[in-house]
């Protein structure tokens, strides 16, 4: 059973930065890809990005892309999202969640079976 935990989250002023972790057990991971989702209040679960963990392959939405980064330490089994010119809209909770199977990432929260607990991550001045 997939284990994902989250951490790292804050609060913080606008222009700075986070770096969240997600931090997984209980699998080997071959041929799996873990993503990260946020989710603002009263909105849906919306896709961030995605890491593939075999060959590395990486993804992230337009909207954040050249502000948010995502990479993996292999050793830890850990997943980072590193977040820098944090906006207020960055504001929600942000989960990692794993994809087995078909295509190597979806931003459909349905296709993935682990999710992580979520960590909060306000952006305010």
């Known amino acids: 059973q997939v284990r994902l935990v989250e951490s790292g989250g804050g609060s913080v002023q606008p222009g700075e930065s986070l770096r969240l972790s997600c931090a997984a057990s209980?699998?080997?991971?071959?041929?799996?890809?873990i993503s990260w989702f946020r989710q603002a209040p009263g909105k849906e679960r919306e896709f961030v990005a995605a890491f593939r963990w075999n060959g590395g392959n990486t993804y992230v939405k337009d909207s954040v892309k050249g502000r948010f980064t995502i990479s993996r330490d292999n050793a830890k089994n850990t997943l980072y999202l590193q977040m820098s010119s944090l906006k207020p809209e960055d504001t929600a909770v942000y989960y990692c969640?794993?994809?087995?199977?078909?295509?190597?990432?979806?931003?459909?929260?349905?296709?993935?079976?682990?999710w992580g607990q979520g960590t909060q991550v306000t952006v305010s001045s």
């Open positions: 969640a794993v994809k087995t199977g078909g295509s190597w990432f979806t931003v459909r929260t349905a296709e993935y079976g682990s």
């Open positions: 209980g699998g080997t991971f071959s041929g799996y890809s």
